[in-house]
């Protein structure tokens, strides 16, 4: 199994709670996940998303949502169309705070007012309602100091609403327990990616034994132990080369990953690329000159 670089969204929201971008893509994307939640809304087009290894085609007017630790690959390079995308990343409690009845449950499971979360949804019967909400909810954040936070939240829940389709699974307060402690040994990790951790210490912090930790830690975040350490510290090493200027033997030793040549290995095994060819392949994907034509596609996008 490849190793999932996390695309950490706090980076995207300064001090917002929420995030709001639109894209237009012609490639595919390598798996990732991320520590937030993410709704994939597709304005135009057609691509393949591979969302925790199930494949599916989503279209004009469909929506994906990706919970924290869902591994997901965007594919449009085959499509007539260029896909056009939005994206919103917030946390669980945005909703919950606000008084929604909202729960994100390990990598596969989310429910909202009792009723489950597709992967996917087209939103059968309800696609003009569903693209009017994701257009209410981009125009709101474009008003960036005067958008309201509770208005954003309600056009979330009102997506959420359409898309849910059957009631949802009853999860254990034993599950909801270890899904917690998991979530304590995953801090950890986060928090510490740089200093040398050890199973044993995150079975503790956990209050779980070893085999029950391993097992459960896999079926929580969908990776080992030492996978999911190594991601964290590819994450935080690539996000280091592209937003300072540092030395790759400097960004290796503050990601626990040693030293330069250890650096290159493990870009090299599980990004298929060089540090360098990923910091020049970044510096090109994040171009905003594909922001125009997206605006002009789509005339309530030209307002600021």
């Known amino acids: 199994m490849p190793i ?7 980076n995207f929201f300064g001090s917002l709670p929420i995030r709001v971008s639109t894209q237009a893509t012609r490639d595919r994307d390598h798996s990732h996940f991320h520590q937030h939640i993410q709704l994939c809304f597709v304005l135009s087009g057609e691509l393949k998303h591979k969302i925790n290894g199930t494949e599916y085609i989503q279209r004009a007017g469909s929506c994906a949502f990706i919970l924290p630790y869902m591994s997901h690959t965007l594919d ?8 056009i995308i939005a994206y919103v990343w917030f946390e669980e409690s945005f909703l919950t705070e606000r008084g929604y009845d909202f729960y994100a449950y390990g990598k596969n499971t989310a429910h909202f007012e009792g009723r489950l979360i597709p992967a996917i949804s087209d939103f059968p019967q309800f696609q003009d309602d569903a693209m009017r909400t994701i257009r ?6 474009n008003l960036q100091k005067n958008m309201s936070y509770d208005k954003l939240a309600a056009y979330i829940a009102e997506l959420m609403r359409l898309a849910c389709v059957e009631p949802a699974r009853k999860i254990s307060s034993l599950s909801l327990r270890q899904v917690d402690r998991i979530n304590l040994a995953v801090s950890h990790i986060i928090r510490n990616y740089a200093q040398k951790i050890n199973t044993d210490d995150l079975c503790e912090i956990a209050n779980m034994s070893r085999r029950s930790f ?14 999911f350490i ?3 510290r590819i994450f935080n090493a690539s996000k280091l080369l592209f937003e300072e ?15 330069q040549s250890n650096l290159a290995r493990v870009f090299t095994k599980h990004l298929g690329m060089s540090p360098t060819q990923y910091v020049k392949q970044h ?3 994040t171009s905003i000159l594909h922001q125009i ?3 002009h596609r789509f005339n309530w996008l030209l307002e600021e």
């Open 4 to 10: 999932l670089p996390i695309y950490n969204a706090t």
């Open 76 to 83: 449009s390079k085959n499509s007539d169309d260029t896909p």
């Open 136 to 141: 209410n909810i981009m125009e709101e954040f």
């Open 214 to 227: 391993t097992e459960h830690f896999k079926s929580t975040t969908g990776l080992t132990v030492s996978e």
């Open 230 to 232: 190594l991601s964290v």
């Open 245 to 259: 200027d540092i030395l790759y033997d400097e960004a290796a030793k503050k990601c626990g990953l040693y030293n």
């Open 283 to 285: 510096n090109i994907n």
């Open 293 to 295: 034509p997206i605006r």
